[in-house]
């Protein structure tokens, strides 16, 4: 079912459907008019004759005719109008998607440089406090090395204490059995004065 084309859109169909007109037909009749051929042809006949060759042209049976020119179409000039219109829109927008990743792009390098400088200014505070954080520990160093020095004195004395505490013990061990023997001996030396 063929739907009709109203207002533009019959025009435009009209301009793209309208097929140039073939060049100018030769009128055989029209021509043998102008020559005085007419009559020539047997009555009745509807045949158009040949044209004739001019008595003095000598080129080897080449016919001569003039060049057909066909009118220039006034849809042409429209459609070339709309063709470059429509280009114009077309490269436009490409443009304008080009220059839209331009500045996307342009965009995306301003966050990532102000991202940079951000960084830069952290790692400089790091590094500001790590500096710091150096000449203390830099101004600590003597009390570490004596707070080093009080631990190995304070191992070496309770080394010193076990050795006492163990020669204690064993001085203990053969301290008791004599001081029992004289206590006895001393215990039985007064009962036998008694």
Request: net charge negative.
């Amino acid at each position: 079912m063929k739907m009709a084309a109203t207002g533009q859109e019959a025009a435009a169909l009209d301009g793209a459907v309208r097929v140039p007109a073939p060049p100018a037909v030769l009128d055989l009749k029209r021509g043998a008019e102008q020559r005085g051929d007419v009559g020539h042809d047997a009555p009745g006949e509807n045949a158009v004759s040949a044209p004739r060759r001019p008595a003095g042209n000598n080129d080897g049976g080449v016919e001569t005719a003039e060049e057909a020119t066909e009118p220039v179409q006034p849809d042409i000039d429209e459609l070339c109008r709309d063709m470059f219109d429509k280009m114009a829109v077309f490269l436009q927008g490409e443009l304008t998607a080009t220059c839209e990743d331009y500045k996307l792009l342009e965009n995306m390098n301003k966050l990532t440089s102000l991202k940079y400088m951000e960084m830069k200014d952290i790692s400089i505070n790091i590094s500001r406090n790590l500096q710091d954080l150096n000449q203390k520990y830099a101004s600590l160093q003597p009390y570490l090395d004596q707070i080093n020095q009080i631990e190995e004195q304070v191992t070496a004395l309770e080394q010193a204490a076990y050795k006492l505490d163990t020669y204690s013990k064993k001085l203990d061990g053969t301290v008791r059995p004599s001081i029992a023997l004289r206590s006895c001996s001393t215990y039985e030396i007064r009962l036998g004065q008694v």
